[in-house]
């Protein structure tokens, strides 16, 4: 027997996630429409959303996500790290090379777990919070990648965010509401058939662990 569910609940999250594919705002009139709910219903979901800070209306009357959000979003980060740390340390011993966890944050790639190895003399300094843009990077492009069906299994880069420094990464698939990737970074060579599997295999592994 399926499970008793909330649909005032379910309403106003689908409010949110329609708002957040919609940049440019919608009025309660096109919200209502793409929900195929009443526009009464509608007001009193914005209404409550509101009060939470979730939902925001601008000078125009347009409804867009709200700052309460990016609080719910900051409280999700920490277990994001503490799950992938440990993936990301064992990736980082066993190939000597600057492993880290990378989310999509809009159109950047926003660093959220960074693990140096511990037995190499140099290495590449990656620091956490650390931004660029989706476009750029073996973290950004791997990010990109895993929003096509067949895509590489990794992206590899060389000098795109710091000069001499060579990247790679891959996607982390099977996460609903997650677009992240798990690459490594140095100053060195790598083996690409070499490095890319265990690079993949980590982002399976994480993705496992948040599954």
């Given at each position: 027997?399926?499970?008793e569910t909330?649909?005032t ?12 594919s ?18 009464t ?14 939902v ?8 867009h ?23 990301l340390r064992a990736?980082?011993?066993?190939v000597?090379?600057t492993a880290?966890?990378t989310?999509?944050d809009?159109?950047?790639a926003l660093a959220?777990?960074v693990?140096?190895?511990s037995w ?8 956490v919070?650390?931004?660029h843009?989706?476009?750029q990077?073996?973290a ?10 067949d ?11 710091q ?11 099977g996460v ?7 690459g ?6 790598f ?14 592994q994480v ?5």
């Amino acid at each position: 027997m399926p499970a008793e569910t909330s649909q005032t609940l379910d309403r106003g999250l689908r409010v949110l996630d329609v708002l957040a594919s919609s940049p440019g705002g919608l009025t309660v009139t096109e919200l209502a429409g793409r929900l195929a709910v009443n526009r009464t219903v509608v007001y009193r979901l914005v209404s409550t959303l509101e009060q939470h800070a979730l939902v925001r209306k601008d000078a125009r009357g347009r409804l867009h996500v709200g700052l309460g959000v990016l609080h719910l979003a900051s409280a999700v980060q920490p277990v994001l790290r503490d799950l992938a740390v440990p993936v990301l340390r064992a990736l980082a011993e066993r190939v000597g090379c600057t492993a880290h966890l990378t989310v999509a944050d809009g159109d950047e790639a926003l660093a959220l777990a960074v693990v140096e190895p511990s037995w190499t003399d140099f290495h590449v300094s990656y620091r956490v919070g650390s931004r660029h843009p989706l476009s750029q990077g073996a973290a950004g492009k791997a990010i990109l990648n895993g929003r096509e069906a067949d895509s590489p299994a990794y992206a590899v880069t060389a000098g795109e965010l710091q000069a001499g420094a060579r990247g790679l990464a891959a996607p982390v698939t099977g996460v609903d509401g997650l677009e992240a990737s798990v690459g490594i970074v140095t100053l060195g060579e790598f083996d690409v058939d070499t490095i890319g599997p265990l690079v993949a295999d980590a982002a399976a592994q994480v993705a496992a662990r948040l599954s």
